[in-house]
């Protein structure tokens, strides 16, 4: 199994910027793509950005040019830069991998975009 935790979430303004870190730990050879996940308040869960172990990324088309998804596999942690956050990017954000053993989800954070 993995354990990922998130950090990084927080109260920000419009228009400013948050970084998100999930940390890996465990069965880290056993994780290929990893994810960051959101889920807004009555909305359902919606996949904000994907990297796979090689680096290639991919990006939600409602957050493209303001997230970058990156991911250091020395450090076993993946990162999700937010900028021009607007309000209706408030939400929960997880952590996700995939890996052999199944699907590995963080406990989540809090973003809150409001001025």
């Known amino acids: 199994q993995v354990r990922l935790v998130e950090s990084g979430g927080g109260l920000v303004q419009p228009g400013g910027s948050l970084r998100l870190s999930c940390a890996a730990s465990?069965?880290?050879?056993?994780?290929?793509?990893m994810g960051w996940f959101r889920r807004a308040p009555g909305k359902a869960r919606e996949l904000v950005a994907i990297i796979s172990r090689d680096g290639t990324a991919n990006t939600a088309d409602s957050v493209k040019g303001r997230f970058t998804i990156s991911r250091d596999n020395a450090k076993n942690t993946m990162y999700l830069q937010m900028n021009r956050l607007k309000p209706q990017d408030t939400a929960v954000y997880y952590c996700h991998a995939d890996t052999t053993f199944g699907d590995n989800w963080g406990q989540g954070t809090q973003v809150t975009v409001s001025s």
């Open positions: 465990g069965n880290i050879d056993s994780m290929y793509n």
